[in-house]
């Protein structure tokens, strides 16, 4: 089939995308089997909402210490190969989780211990592998890639969830993290494959920076820091899916792990058409965008908190998955593309910081007021939260993402830099 280079899939036309693209497929469909599971098993083990927040926070506090690290390694060494170790780190953890599980030997705090191991390694991953895409599919398929990978992603939560609570139904959580810990070994094969002599690659890239030039170049940036600052408030108290399906399946609508399964498939059939979408919509992208479907994921979410049934809440939740998802991946497109190639593993690892640095405070402040004040209340808050943050950067902050940028990495870091150049 030919792919037309100026069409929504002409990322495939390179080798290495594709190689990713089929390994990564598997993978995510194992990760979201692997969440459902977990958010699962600490319902059996404690029936307590603020032990699922403090599971998620957990998983999610290696971002605050290891992420702009993890964008210090994707400036500094070969991606490829920390991609690999990465890889290992969270296939082990889930792994051993699969086989304390199936043993009837896990505790408590295996998951709290497992689920910081697999949130570390995604830490030092996630930047990495963010700007690895330039790498393998060249600045102007960057847009194009982030696009494909997020329909990916989502296509993965389309299938993990609901299979996941079937076999949760039929076998308990066990074989969800085993297949999980499979899927890691299939990228780590994929990366095995690349061809390095396909790479697009600076060869200024390799330099030697530190952490701090990082935050002063997306300082300097109000393009930048406008968007994070939407991408912030949205993530930590709108984008907690997990802990709001889980609680008002369970507590709401007084249905099983089946019924929980599929309100995540559901919500990923929205986020997985806004992941399609968003391949068309790339002359649209513009910081501002970033700011209305803030303002409409918001408003999602404040609609959604007062649906009456378990029907009406899991036919309205794919609009907000595609509010969500149409919203970010435009967020994670431009960040990556208004980036000077000598710096992106540190700015996306200080995206990532920002985008997943909040879930150790707002998970277990989400799980709490589920469980005390009630979970639609909740999921109201969190809207009413992220239109706030939308309209403080539309009053604030309008005027100046609207000035034209020079993107160029000498105007902004420091002479460390303008000597590399």
Request: a positive charge.
């Amino acid at each position: 089939m030919r792919i037309d280079e100026n069409g929504n899939w002409r990322s495939f036309r390179h080798r290495n995308f594709r190689i990713l693209f089929a390994a990564n497929a598997l993978s995510n469909i194992g990760s979201w089997a692997q969440r459902i599971a977990q958010d699962w098993l600490v319902l059996e083990l404690t029936h307590s909402g603020s032990y699922l927040g403090a599971v998620t926070a957990l998983q999610f506090l290696p971002t605050l210490l290891f992420s702009l690290h993890g964008g210090a390694l994707a400036d500094r060494f070969n991606k490829r190969k920390v991609l690999i170790w990465t890889n290992i780190g969270g296939g082990a953890s889930a792994l051993l989780l699969g086989i304390l599980v199936t043993s009837h030997s896990v505790k408590l705090w295996h998951v709290f211990v497992l689920a910081f191991g697999l949130g570390a390694s995604s830490a030092l991953d996630a930047p990495v592998r963010q700007a690895f895409t330039a790498e393998v599919v060249g600045r102007p398929d960057v847009a194009n890639a982030v696009s494909l990978n997020s329909a990916n992603f989502n296509a993965g939560r389309l299938i993990g969830p609901a299979l996941s609570g079937l076999s949760i139904a039929a076998f308990g959580t066990g074989p969800s993290f085993l297949l999980n810990g499979a899927s890691y070994l299939l990228v780590i094969y994929a990366l095995t494959k690349l061809n390095h002599a396909e790479f697009f690659v600076d060869p200024k890239q390799a330099v030697v920076g530190n952490i701090r030039e990082g935050i002063r170049y997306v300082r300097a940036r109000p393009d930048l820091y406008a968007i994070m600052i939407v991408v912030f408030f949205m993530a930590t108290f709108g984008l907690n899916f997990q802990i709001f399906n889980a609680l008002m399946a369970t507590q709401t609508f007084h249905r099983g792990p089946a019924s929980f399964g599929l309100l995540g498939t559901t919500l990923a059939v929205g986020s997985f058409s806004g992941a399609l979408m968003s391949a068309r919509l790339e002359r649209f992208r513009r910081t501002m965008f970033v700011v209305y479907g803030s303002l409409c994921f918001g408003t999602g979410l404040i609609i959604l908190s007062v649906m009456p049934t378990y029907t009406t809440y899991s036919l309205f939740l794919p609009l907000c998955g595609f509010a969500a998802l149409t919203t970010m991946i435009t967020a994670n497109s431009l960040m990556q593309i208004n980036s000077d190639p000598l710096i992106r593993g540190r700015v996306m690892g200080f995206y990532l910081l920002v985008f997943m640095g909040g879930a150790p405070f707002g998970s277990p402040f989400v799980g709490t007021m589920g469980e005390h004040v009630g979970i639609r209340q909740t999921i109201a808050m969190g809207g009413i939260i992220t239109i706030l943050a939308g309209l403080y950067v539309f009053f604030r902050l309008r005027h100046k993402v609207a000035v034209p940028v020079d993107f160029s990495i000498d105007v902004v870091l420091p002479p460390t830099y303008e000597n590399k150049s």
